[in-house]
């Protein structure tokens, strides 16, 4: 393709992101901001909004194309679910990262039919990941066993919480396998599967309707076709920034209903906030500076130098610490009102915390950082 051919292209790449996140701010309005307490409470696992979303592009966007992916449209995307529910941000991300998985594996045996699946939303699910991501920094050791039979593996093994899941869904993750020391593959788990059982968690301070559950394999056979690399080790390495940087959506979208929720505030109550530390200004300032980061690294996630890993991990680390502080000082700018179970500053305070406490969690990053 020529220059003005590739930029003409490009134009057309951002009109069209921008309408999938346009699209997406407006379900997240209109349709998502009625159900975001009822999927707080646990009462709503909101699959078909997951689905609308994928009619309207969320879930496809961020697919690799002649060698390159960009995540800003998803992100942005996710951002614009966050400023409403922290809970379906983290379960766009579930299905963004499943996407990512299906996506980039170059087994050419997977279906394309599943990969187009998760890519539209007809397909829902997640990912298993935090128990390997854990053990590949010394946290953990890896909970699932595989071995190599005829057309594919046997798994067994618990994993105790993955999220975005139900009878027909799949989710990705990593076995060790038991008859080679020191491999690893990754697959699909397909729910549906008789030896598959799906074991609901106890309540959660936050995140209830986020189709959550404790996962077993019982001895599960996993065809070739749901084998996402047979060496997982190099397939992580090349999709770890991107898992990373999609979670970035969910900090931001948090971060800006916080610093609405402060303005919201201002009128009444703006001639004692203003003697608190921190104002939503400064939120303002930090949140651009966190915005930029994560576009100016979302345009390249398959870049390996050690320089851009080291940035994905404080950037990640820097999004966690500033949604806390957001919904914290949301809440003391909100005083007694923000203390009612009926405003919406103390969810996001709830859903601020998970931001900091998903894998990779806060500890986790600092580790990482201190390692490099
Ligand atoms: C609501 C929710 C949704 C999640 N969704 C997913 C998902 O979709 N996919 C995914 O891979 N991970 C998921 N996780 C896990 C998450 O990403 C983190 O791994 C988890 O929060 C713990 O991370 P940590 O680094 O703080 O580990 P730590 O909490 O420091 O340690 C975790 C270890 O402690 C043990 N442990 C934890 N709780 C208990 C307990 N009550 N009793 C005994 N032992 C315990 C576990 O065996 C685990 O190995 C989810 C967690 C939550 C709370």
């Not at 187009?116 to 053990?135: F, H």
Request: net charge neutral.
């Amino acid at each position: 393709m020529g220059s003005l051919a590739l930029s003409r292209q490009l134009a057309v790449d951002d009109l069209v992101s921008a309408s999938i996140a346009e699209q997406v701010a407006t379900i997240a309005r209109k349709n998502l901001a009625p159900m975001a307490v009822a999927i707080d409470e646990g009462a709503v696992y909101p699959d078909e909004l997951l689905r609308r979303l994928g009619d309207v592009g969320a879930w496809s966007s961020h697919q690799p194309k002649n060698g390159a992916a960009d995540l800003r449209c998803a992100i942005q995307s996710i951002s614009e679910i966050a400023e409403v529910c922290g809970a379906t941000a983290f379960m766009a991300w579930c299905q963004n990262t499943l996407v990512w998985y299906a996506a980039n594996s170059d087994n050419p045996a997977l279906s394309s039919a599943l990969t187009d699946g998760v890519a539209t939303g007809k397909v829902l699910g997640g990912t298993g990941l935090s128990n390997p991501m854990k053990t590949f920094f010394g946290i953990e050791k890896f909970k699932l066993k595989g071995r190599k039979v005829e057309d594919g593996y046997v798994v067994r093994g618990a994993l105790p919480w993955v999220s975005n899941l139900g009878p027909d869904h799949f989710f990705g993750t990593i076995f060790e396998r038991e008859d080679a020391p020191g491999e690893i593959a990754m697959f699909l788990v397909d729910c549906s599967d008789p030896a598959v059982t799906l074991q609901p968690c106890k309540p959660f301070l936050a995140m209830d309707g986020t189709g959550t559950y404790a996962v077993q394999l019982r001895d599960v056979f996993v065809p070739d076709r749901l084998i996402l690399a047979e060496k997982a080790g190099p397939f992580v390495r090349k999709i770890r920034a991107g898992f990373i940087l999609l979670q970035a959506g969910m900090g931001i979208g948090l971060i800006r209903d916080c610093i609405a929720i402060m303005n919201e505030v201002d009128g009444p109550l703006g001639h004692v906030n203003r003697y608190l530390p921190q104002q939503p200004q400064d939120f303002n300032q930090l949140l651009s500076e966190l915005e930029a980061e994560t576009m100016a690294l979302a345009r390249d996630p398959f870049n390996t130098s050690d320089d851009y890993w080291r940035r994905v991990v404080t950037l990640r680390l820097h999004i966690g610490d500033a949604g806390v502080a957001a919904a914290h000082a949301a809440m003391l700018h909100c005083g007694a009102r923000g203390y009612l179970k009926s405003h919406r500053v103390q969810r996001r305070l709830r859903e601020a915390y998970f931001v900091a406490i998903v894998t990779p969690a806060t500890k986790q990053l600092r580790k990482m950082l201190a390692d490099m």
